[in-house]
């Protein structure tokens, strides 16, 4: 066979090819028009996974403080707006007469839980997050410093990538974290470059570094956290047991945008913010106003209504809402962050007000704008909750109490599209 009638028969066969994927394409195509001409509804119908319907929606990032219906679709926040049809959605939960809110952030927790007695770092004076998260409507926590560069990646391997709970981490400026003593007080495991290269390989968990608990007399430990920070542009995050460091240099250390937690302390190792007649120190104010973040850390000993609604009436609103959770902390007067949340909401500040801080103030302080807020497209971490209404207490860390006519509950809580909490059988079959 010549060359050329080869090639012939060869082109003939490719056209033949051609015509007939152009009749089964066509066909193919007038079958899909069909179906979709015949079946809206169906295709409509699976529009959503989720659909929580008629809540109050608090987003502070996007100023919505209104009823509106919430439609969740491949894990992401789909669509906000009104009136949004059930059909649309594969599951609907009736959200009327609840709060629908972003996801909460809390800031400050220890969750580097292990075994090691009396220690934070893998140890057992830490919690568990899923434990206590999704029952407050708690979708991220950041760690505050319990791992240091030399632990994190047991902290990673064993907590971090464990829990479905967003787990996000201040790296301690000390090697080995929340070790106890003396390792934690060993100024010379304390290097500004290791911790800032742990920081560049995990720069979607680790969000800061911490520094506190150290008991000297030196600047070193501060400078070392502080040049650390610098390294990595991240947040300072200050827990102010530093004995002897005064407060006043510390705040004039701390630039824009790090953070100071255990703001309302009122013990003998640190200067609170508040004096003895009651007003709230000029240089605390100005740290606030030149951009210095005021966390509550409440835990054990961190929050004291003395300090804290003097200040709130003298102009210091904390900006975020840590609540410090560990193992001791959430039996005492901190208990959880959403009764941190409740704890201002009975010192007279407002839903939004709070939602705010617990959300998207969170977020920013963190760096992570992608979180805290209910952003079409956002990932969809969900808080539901229930304002209950009676008499309640709420106590300090100094055994004080006040009273408050209402509390907020965790009725449902989603992380990444998914139901994790649910109260009362709010997404349940009947
Ligand atoms: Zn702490």
Known sequence: MRLGSQSKIVRRNTFAKRRKGWIYGTLAAMGLCLLTFLVPDFVQAQQFDLLIKNGRVIDPKNQIDSKMDVAVKDGKIAKVGKDIPSAQAKKVIDASGLLVTPGLIDIHTHVFVGSKPDTFADGFSSVSPDDFTFRSGVTTVVDAGTSGWRNFSVFKDHVIDKSQTRVLAFLNISGTGMS???????????????????????????????????????????????????????????????????????????????????????????????????????????????????????????????????????????????????????????????????????????FEDIVLRASWNAAKSLKRTDLGQLSEGAVADIAVLSILNGNFGYVDAGGKKIEGKQKLEAELTVRGGKIVWDLNGLSAEK
């Not at 953070?259 to 100005?286: A, N, W, Y």
């Open 180 to 350: 106890g003593n003396p390792e934690q007080q060993d100024v010379n495991d304390m290097d500004a470059h290791m911790t800032s290269l742990a920081i560049k390989k995990y720069p979607d968990i680790i969000v800061g570094v911490k520094i506190g608990h150290f008991e000297g007399t030196e600047w070193t430990p501060f400078d070392r956290a502080l040049e650390a920070a610098r390294l990595s542009d991240v947040p300072l995050f200050v827990e102010c047991h530093l004995p002897q460091l005064p407060l006043q240099e510390q705040l004039g250390k701390m630039r824009p945008g790090d953070i100071i937690t255990h703001s309302f302390e009122k013990v003998s190792e640190r200067m609170p913010v508040v004096d003895d007649q009651g007003t709230l120190r000029p240089f605390v104010l100005e740290a606030m106003n030149r951009g210095v973040l005021f966390d509550v850390g409440h835990g054990g000993f961190g929050f004291w209504f003395s300090q804290a609604m003097p200040a709130l009436k003298q102009g210091l609103a904390p900006n975020s809402f840590g609540t410090d959770l560990h193992r001791f902390s959430m039996n005492a007067g901190m208990k959880s962050m959403l009764n941190v949340m409740s704890k201002y909401l009975a010192m007279g500040m407002s």
